[in-house]
């Protein structure tokens, strides 16, 4: 369709349109001006057709998208900080089969970790339960849940809930209460769902989390003593970032790929996540050194630019120089005369 919205050239400003349009809107907008820096813009060039999900709002903080062709799993996203999930929302729709995924999108924007569930569906509770409504009178035959961040461990709890057949976290850290009660902020639950004494419940729970992280690799300790069945999935990495340490590798697809599509083939899942993490490290090593080459090359730029012009100052001087002696032996002949 025909986008009436008039986008400007600053990235800052079309990072926030990258979240709330769909890759379609998005593909309209670029037929426009090609240059607009959008994130799946790249993608796009280099000759991906934009996955054709339209967008329906719930609410101020819940988003569905549907491509209407019969998709059978739904995805519950649970964004973290800046409303993303590690990427813009776009690109992370750019990255889902649109004929086997719709996804619900879900905001926090006050990051309390989904506490006081999501503004217009009700409290989180009653949140999950619409949204198993829903999933159950739209015939879909599974729910899979998936958290970024502060999203990661409210994407665990409403997969329980929800009766989701898996439930990810990637990146998941544990709230901290205690700080929001000595600052006085708003009010927090008394105990967490997410905890030992939960019954059991079909939904398989992932945790994948940065092993050099330090504060991630307690928080998946402590989930795993809570629930041992969890499986654990390790990142070689100390960035907390785990899906924009992909997106910059430009291995995203094939990542959120292996725990979409080939989850149940274990032994490819496995054996193409190790080969993702050394693609991805041989990759940003290539970004690394050549960003060193180019700052290197830039120095040397930037070292011959001060030489020329030391030798230009040097010049002139020089001439000034030699102009005032001149001068000054002009007017010695003359006072001698």
């Not at 000595?182 to 992932?206: I, K, M």
Request: glycine share 8%.
């Amino acid at each position: 369709m025909a986008l009436k919205t008039a986008f400007e050239r600053n990235k800052a400003v079309v990072s926030k349109h990258d979240d709330e349009l769909t890759p379609l809107e998005i593909a309209a907008a670029l037929e426009t001006d090609a240059e607009l820096p959008f994130a799946i813009a790249p993608l796009l060039r280099s000759g991906q057709r934009p996955v054709g999900y339209v967008r329906e709002v719930w609410s101020e903080d819940a988003s569905y998208y549907t491509s209407r062709k019969g998709a059978k799993s739904l995805i519950v996203a649970f964004t973290a900080q800046g409303l993303r999930l590690g990427v813009p929302i776009s690109f992370f729709l750019q990255m889902l089969r649109d004929d086997a995924f719709d996804a619900v999108v879900l905001r926090d924007p006050g990051q309390l970790h989904y506490t006081r569930g999501v503004r217009g569906l009700g409290g989180f509770l009653e949140s999950m339960a619409r949204i198993r409504k829903f999933a159950e009178a739209n015939g879909f035959d599974q729910i899979i849940t998936f958290g970024n961040s502060l999203g990661g461990l409210p994407a665990l709890r409403a997969g329980r809930l929800l009766g989701a057949r898996r439930a990810f976290s990637i990146g998941g850290r544990y709230p901290w209460h205690p700080g929001r009660l000595l600052r006085g902020e708003t009010p927090v639950p008394a105990f967490d769902p997410l905890c030992a004494c939960a019954s059991r419940s079909p939904t398989q729970l992932v945790s994948v989390y940065a092993r050099g992280n330090e504060i991630d690799a307690n928080a998946n300790a402590r989930l795993k003593r809570t629930f041992p069945e969890c499986e654990e999935i390790a990142i070689d990495i100390g960035e907390h970032g785990i899906i924009p340490y992909f997106y910059r590798a430009r291995l995203l697809p094939l990542f959120l790929a292996c725990l979409l599509d080939y989850w149940d083939e274990v032994g490819l899942r496995t054996d193409l996540l190790a080969r993702l993490e050394d693609a991805a490290r041989h990759s940003l090593f290539e970004d690394r050194l050549n960003q060193s080459r180019n700052e290197e090359r830039l120095k040397d730029i930037a070292s011959k630019e001060q030489e020329a012009r030391r030798l230009v100052d040097e010049e002139r001087e020089a001439r000034r120089s030699a102009e005032e002696a001149l001068r000054n032996a002009g007017e010695g002949a003359r006072s001698a005369d």
